[in-house]
């Protein structure tokens, strides 16, 4: 019901960027939160960030803080991640994910455990060389 498909990964230079985009179509768009997870080769997959449905609430994983930027423009259907300052340890592929009934709040317990999101996008990938 909810297609989600994220883009914008690439190769990149340690303290580089690069903004992840998560485009979202089936439903409406602020109707619910999205999470962004990564799993590198060979590790578990891995809470990054997430945003609540209005934009007002958004939680980060502690090594990605001041680093990563997590935003939503509903008007675009589009939910971003924005990555700076990035290092090889960041080297993933990044999926965005879909949590449809979490109201418009949130903590950063709910938000990291992936058994809420409804729906996942393909993946999109982000390497960084050291």
């Known amino acids: 019901q909810v297609q989600l498909v994220e883009s914008g990964g690439g190769l990149v230079q340690a303290g580089g960027s690069l903004r992840l985009s998560c485009a979202a179509s089936?439903?409406?768009?602020?109707?619910?939160?999205v999470g962004w997870f990564r799993r590198a080769p060979g590790k578990d997959r891995e809470f990054v960030a997430a945003?609540?449905?209005?934009?007002?609430?958004?939680v980060y994983l502690d090594s990605v803080k001041g680093r990563f930027t997590i935003s939503r423009d509903n008007a675009k259907n589009t939910v971003y991640l924005r990555m700076n300052s990035l290092k090889p340890e960041d080297t993933a592929a990044y999926y965005c994910?879909?949590?449809?009934?979490?109201?418009?709040?949130?903590?950063?317990?709910?938000?990291?455990?992936?058994?809420?999101?409804?729906?996942w996008g393909q993946g999109t990938q982000v390497t960084v060389s050291s």
């Open positions: 945003i609540s449905r209005s934009g007002g609430i958004t």
């Open positions: 994910a879909a949590d449809l009934d979490s109201g418009d709040g949130g903590t950063y317990s709910y938000f990291r455990n992936s058994y809420w999101y409804d729906y």
């Open positions: 089936g439903r409406t768009f602020s109707s619910y939160a």
